[in-house]
Structures are given as C-alpha cells and as structure tokens.
C-alpha cells in the first residue's frame, strides 16, 4: 500500500487506516464480535492498513483493551505472535464520562493528561504511544497548558508524536507555537466538507497529516444502511442525518456515486474513499469497521484513482441534510 507522511517527524502510514470505535462504541452492541474484531485488525496489518486509531473514551476504555489484545497474542484466541511494532498506534484523549444524552464532558487539565496517558498504556498494553491526539480542546483550560503537558510526554518518550480533533486554525496557531502538531483528526467526506475551507489548506501549508474520520458518512456513503432498522443502542439512530426526513433528502446523494462506481468497477465505499485520497497527500481515511470483508474492500481504495470526470461528478454533490451531530 503507498505510504503518506504525518506532521514532519518521519511517521509513515498506509493511506487508509483503521478507526476502531465501531469494535465495541456506538453501532449497537449485538454486532459486536471481539475475536471478529481482532481478525480485522490482523487482515488490516497484512494489507499495508498500519494507522490504527482508538481513543481512551471509547467504550469507556474497553477499545484500548482489546486494541492492545490484537496486537499482543497472547489471550486474543487467536494463537498470533505479536504485532506492536507493525503498525502505528493512534489514540486520543480529553473526553471524560459525564452526564446527560451526550454523557460526556471536556477534560484539558494538564494533571488528567498524564494520568490518561498511564491509563492507555496500560490497557494498549505498550509503552510509547505513536501519536497522541486531544480528542477536544476544554473551554475551562487555555490549550496551551493541555497541549504543554502533552508535550512533556513526547520528551519522557512516553508519546512520539501529538495530534488535535475537531479544531480550527486559530486552535491549531496556538498549539503550534507551543510544540509541533503532527496531526488533525476531523470529519471530512463526500457528505461533510467543512475543513476544506481553511483547516485542510492549514494543513497542507505545515506539512500536518489530516485523517478523515467517518470517510463512509457512518455507512450512509455505502448505501448499505437501512436508516429504519438502526437499533436504539446504535448512536446514529438518534443523528441528525439518520432522521427519516433528513435520509430521505441525502438518498440523493448516493445516485451519483453509485454511477462512478459502476462507471469504475467499484463499491460505492471505494469510490467515496478514493475522493478523499484525492484531496492531498496529507490526506489519510479511517474508516472504522469490525468486519475482515470492509477491511479488505477499503484498502483497495489506494488502488482506484478517480478520473477529472469521476471527481467533477463528485464535487457536485449537493450538501447534506441535517447537521453532523
């Protein structure tokens, strides 16, 4: 698989990478399968897919865990050696459990930065994390005293490289000028174009590796998901572009990519994801996915390279209904 470059430190990933939420947070509970997880994870090493992002509030911990059972061996039920030093290790931190239907709360406090740190070592079962990501920036506390105490986790080589999610320029203007950022992570696909107006072009100018989470619109980009039968314990039954007015109006977005697919030989996902690769070399999707058969088709997308037509039909997509969250 071709490789792209995160921040300026030498990082290398695959061009697609691996988002694994969707393992054990958030796309309801009967679907998930820990030993089919793992599987993915190992299917994903084997085809070049080494970015694999977590975070230490999916799950409440839970996706760490079993993360740092894929790439160990031991106790995974698979019998494999193992496979830490084959991939690059992305996780996040900064938002803690809280209350109400969001059940979530900002937690930027430099102290909170190196207990979480310890924590998601222990449950990724190694000692340095690859690249460390704020997960939110917390309006309590200024970012550079967040992205400081991050900092001193590079120097006592607990970190190798930090990351920001859901930020914009002026956020990321202040991190820099504390330490160099390496990373954003933030939506980005054929329904949710915002960072192309400036954090993209940002990126591009400092030479700071985006990852597009959600590249497959939480599936909707497939034209697999079934907005009616979406379980309640599955979050995007209560998204605002799962609405059955709001995906009735996107329905029509999905029509012009499954022309290009047809066009191309190729799955809807695979040309949704080959756009993105489009946009950049510092482009890098993490389609999250628990399934070998959607680890194998993604990583085909670095194969497929979309023509001047394929790209204008794309652009031309009209915007999405209902807001991201």
């Not at 999610?165 to 696909?189: C, N």
């Not at 309640?232 to 007015?245: E, G, I, K, S, V």
Request: charged content about 20%.
């Amino acid at each position: 698989m071709q490789q792209r470059r995160i921040g300026s430190g030498g990082i290398e990933v695959g061009a697609i990478g691996l988002g694994c939420m969707p393992m054990s947070h958030g796309y309801g509970l009967a679907e998930q399968d820990d030993e089919e997880s793992i599987r993915a994870v190992h299917r994903a090493i084997d085809l070049g897919v080494t970015l694999l992002d977590t975070a230490d509030i999916y799950a409440f911990g839970r996706n760490e865990e079993l993360v740092g059972r894929a790439l160990h061996g031991a106790g995974n039920g698979s019998g494999s050696a193992a496979r830490r030093d084959e991939v690059v290790l992305a996780t996040k931190l900064g938002l803690v459990p809280g209350e109400g239907w969001y059940r979530y709360r900002n937690n930027g406090r430099p102290e909170y930065v190196k207990q979480a740190c310890e924590l998601s070592l222990q449950r990724l079962q190694t000692d340095r994390i690859d690249l460390y990501q704020l997960h939110r920036v917390d309006p309590e506390v200024p970012i550079e005293e967040t992205w400081g105490a991050m900092a001193e986790l590079v120097s006592a080589s607990k970190v190798r490289a930090l990351g920001l999610s859901e930020v914009g320029v002026a956020e990321l203007e202040r991190a820099q000028a504390v330490f160099p950022v390496s990373s954003v992570q933030s939506e980005l696909s054929l329904w949710t174009r915002d960072p192309l107006a400036e954090v993209l072009p940002w990126c591009q100018a400092h030479g700071v590796g985006f990852l597009a989470f959600s590249p497959l619109g939480r599936g909707f980009l497939t034209g697999m998901v079934e907005v009616a039968r979406l379980g309640r314990d599955d979050f995007r039954a209560a998204n605002p572009r799962f609405t059955a007015q709001a995906a009735e109006r996107n329905a029509a977005l999905l029509g012009p990519i499954r022309a290009v697919a047809e066009r191309r030989s190729a799955t809807m996902a695979q040309i949704a994801l080959a756009w993105l690769l489009a946009q950049g070399p510092q482009v890098v999707p993490i389609p999250g996915t628990k399934r070998t058969k959607y680890v194998t088709e993604n990583s085909a997308a670095t194969e497929l390279v979309l023509t001047t037509e394929d790209m204008a039909e794309l652009d031309a997509l009209p915007p999405a209904a209902g807001s991201r969250y």
